[in-house]
């Protein structure tokens, strides 16, 4: 797991759950995409081996997450949204070089790099419902452990394919950048 240079703040904790709806739409739009990206991974490069049997695995995880988000959701008389740009993403993935070599470490480092901030906050959630005596708080607690293993899958796929320096250097510029976004954004009730 990666080490990530900001902490989410305890402002953004409080954001969810007290819109924690409008989080569960948002969450449950993110694993949806999680499990996207790994499919576009698999059709970006169908020549990498280790990529496409991690991504199928991946994107089959993160197809169950949505829809134990979307019982949640159902359970609560939620509808589901259209999806919305996730601003957190877009300026990471803006952050992706040209060049093929350059493009696919970058994907897999920023994919990474998400899955860990998806670990710290669902571990944040986790905690603040284990707090309240809820029980979804286990729900996020697995997530959370799920979300670190993902990351690990990223980051190792980047070091199968490229040497570990070049790994290291980059990851830790991803993270840099990651942690100034984090600090621009609005605090919202979403997961990024």
């Not at 499990?35 to 990498?48: E, K």
């Not at 280790?50 to 509808?79: P, S």
């Not at 490229?162 to 984090?182: K, M, Q, W």
């Amino acid at each position: 797991m990666v080490a990530l240079h900001a902490s989410t703040s305890e402002r953004w904790l409080e954001a969810v759950l007290d819109d924690f709806d409008t989080f569960l739409l948002d969450h449950a739009a993110c694993e949806r995409k999680a499990s996207a990206n790994a499919i576009s991974l698999v059709t970006h490069y169908p020549d990498r081996k280790q990529l496409v049997g991690a991504m199928i695995e991946l994107a089959r995880e993160e197809l169950e997450h949505f829809q134990q988000v979307y019982q949640i959701i159902a359970k609560r008389g939620l509808i589901l949204t259209a999806d919305r740009r996730d601003p957190y993403v877009r300026k990471l993935r803006a952050q992706v070089r040209t060049g093929r070599a350059e493009y696919f470490l970058d994907r897999l480092l920023i994919a990474g790099i998400a899955e860990a901030r998806g670990c710290e906050r669902f571990g944040l959630i986790a905690g603040a419902q284990e707090n309240a005596g809820l029980e979804i708080a286990s729900f996020y607690r697995a997530l959370s452990r799920s979300e670190a293993r993902h990351c690990d899958v990223f980051v190792d796929l980047a070091r199968a394919y490229y040497d570990a320096p070049s790994v290291s250097t980059r990851l830790e510029e991803l993270l840099e950048h990651e942690s100034r976004i984090l600090c621009e954004l609005p605090i919202a009730p979403a997961l990024h």
